[in-house]
């Protein structure tokens, strides 16, 4: 149970420090543990009535009420899922791309392929960190829409 209990405990620690990654990215006055607390809170929402309710419209709510406007509340829940994302991705890139699964005998991928679904996972994650390091702008463009520069409200 006390196992239990400290990786549940780990798990929001990590969850809530990718608010904080926002924060720096964002730049918003926001104290720490006002951060750490609203992840907190969103995580346990999210965990208990789905993605849209707590990691997204709650996040939204929560910020806007502290002074953050919709647009940094945006950059924000962006770093917040990308950095997750990116997480999963790297942790099945390596375990698929090593073989460190054993597959049912019925799945049709095989372990050649999900090893080529490793690689390529782990190929992305280089190409957006490539991307973070080296690109020289700091905007994106998306179809008609214009996106402002991410730094700026």
Same mark, same amino acid.
Request: hydrophobic share 50%; proline share 1%; glycine share 10%.
């Given at each position: ?39 907190? @809170? ?7 009535? =789905? &993605? ?5 419209? #709650?996040? +939204? ?14 950059r924000v829940l962006s770093v917040s899922l990308t950095t997750n994302w990116l997480g999963y991705m790297l942790l099945a890139g390596v375990i698929f791309s090593l073989g ?8 049709? @991928? ?7 679904? =490793? &690689? ?5 994650? #280089?190409? +957006? ?25």
């Amino acid at each position: 149970m006390l196992m239990g209990l400290g990786i549940t405990a780990a798990s929001f620690i990590v969850f809530s420090s990718y608010d904080l990654l926002g924060k720096f990215y964002t730049g918003h006055e926001i104290p720490i543990q006002k951060v750490l607390l609203v992840a907190f @809170v969103c995580y346990a929402f999210n965990l208990n009535l =789905g &993605a849209w309710v707590g990691g997204i419209a #709650l996040r +939204y709510r929560l910020y806007t009420k502290f002074g953050l406007s919709v647009a940094t509340v945006t950059r924000v829940l962006s770093v917040s899922l990308t950095t997750n994302w990116l997480g999963y991705m790297l942790l099945a890139g390596v375990i698929f791309s090593l073989g460190l699964i054993d597959l049912p005998e019925h799945w049709q @991928v095989g372990m050649l392929g999900l090893r080529f679904i =490793g &690689a390529s996972l782990l190929l992305v994650c #280089l190409f +957006y960190l490539a991307a973070c390091r080296f690109s020289r702008r700091r905007t994106w463009h998306c179809g008609a829409m214009r996106s402002h520069s991410l730094r700026s409200d």
